[in-house]
């Protein structure tokens, strides 16, 4: 789950894009965590990182955007900032800071999604999302990346990963939601699969190496268009 910072000081404009972003979620099934910020002194000062995507508006009052941004970029070389502006020529001092990309208010949705989108993707490249579960006896942390899919069996799910399966007294539920965001999709009762290793899908079954997955005929069609859009993303 990728976390966001919206700095904006009038509110109208951070309720724009918070409700941007829940919008941006639920067309592409991910999950965000966002935090605010009413001015750029208040996130940094005493920066401590842990931010993916910042969206920072320039012009504030106590500490503007840019200036707040030197300062975070100082600490942080590797989180994502979008400018919020309504003057264009702020846009060449962003490659200052590293920024990048800008949206010129007001914001439109089309245009957010777009930015955005490419903020996310860049991230996820970056970066590898890991689960903690019991199993076995202990705790052990997975990498999403490594995880082929995920199957329930009574009260157990049996997690197959690159490296071996593991079993956890756990329900799909619990998993999806620990996933959620990551690429991966429940396409039945008793299954969640990781999008990004599907080698094949024909006849109901998803084929990813020696294993045979089956997605329920009431999710197919979701499916096929979940698969479509995602491996679409991965190609910007």
């Known amino acids: 789950m990728l976390h966001i910072a919206i700095v904006e000081d009038e509110e109208v404009y951070a309720r724009i894009l918070e409700d941007y972003i829940h919008r941006y979620e639920s067309?592409?099934?991910?999950?965000?965590?966002?935090?605010?910020?009413?001015?750029?002194?208040q996130i940094a000062e005493n920066y401590s990182g842990?931010?993916?995507?910042?969206?920072?508006?320039?012009?504030?009052?106590?500490?503007?955007?840019?200036?707040?941004?030197?300062?975070?970029?100082?600490?942080?070389?590797?989180?994502?900032?979008?400018?919020?502006?309504?003057?264009?020529d702020?846009?060449?001092?962003?490659?200052?800071?590293?920024?990048?990309?800008y949206v010129v208010k007001p914001v439109e949705y089309y245009s957010f999604s777009q930015k955005l989108d490419?903020?996310?993707?860049?991230?996820?490249?970056?970066?590898?999302?890991?689960?903690?579960?019991?199993?076995?006896?202990?705790?052990?942390?997975?990498?999403?990346?490594?995880?082929?899919?995920?199957?329930?069996e009574r009260h157990n799910l049996h997690f197959y990963t690159e490296k071996g399966e593991f079993v956890s007294r756990m329900n799909l539920s619990e998993a999806e939601e620990l996933l959620k965001g990551s690429g991966f999709y429940r396409c039945?009762?008793?299954?969640?699969?990781?999008?990004?290793?599907?080698?094949?899908?024909?006849?109901?079954?998803?084929?990813?190496?020696?294993?045979?997955?089956?997605?329920?005929r009431s999710k197919k069609k979701e499916f096929m268009n979940v698969l479509a859009d995602h491996m679409s993303s991965r190609l910007v």
Not at 90 to 101: I, M, Q, T
């Open 188 to 216: 039945g009762k008793g299954y969640i699969i990781n999008l990004d290793k599907i080698d094949s899908f024909s006849d109901g079954i998803c084929r990813i190496g020696r294993y045979n997955v089956p997605v329920s």
């Open 90 to 101: 702020y846009a060449v001092r962003g490659y200052e800071v590293d920024a990048l990309d």
């Open 27 to 41: 067309e592409t099934f991910s999950r965000f965590k966002v935090s605010h910020y009413s001015d750029g002194k």
């Open 118 to 152: 490419r903020a996310v993707n860049r991230r996820n490249k970056n970066r590898d999302y890991h689960i903690m579960i019991h199993a076995d006896g202990g705790m052990y942390k997975l990498a999403a990346s490594q995880i082929l899919f995920v199957e329930s």
């Open 50 to 88: 842990g931010f993916d995507i910042i969206l920072m508006d320039i012009q504030m009052e106590k500490m503007d955007g840019m200036t707040a941004a030197e300062k975070i970029r100082k600490r942080d070389p590797e989180v994502l900032i979008i400018f919020i502006t309504n003057r264009t």
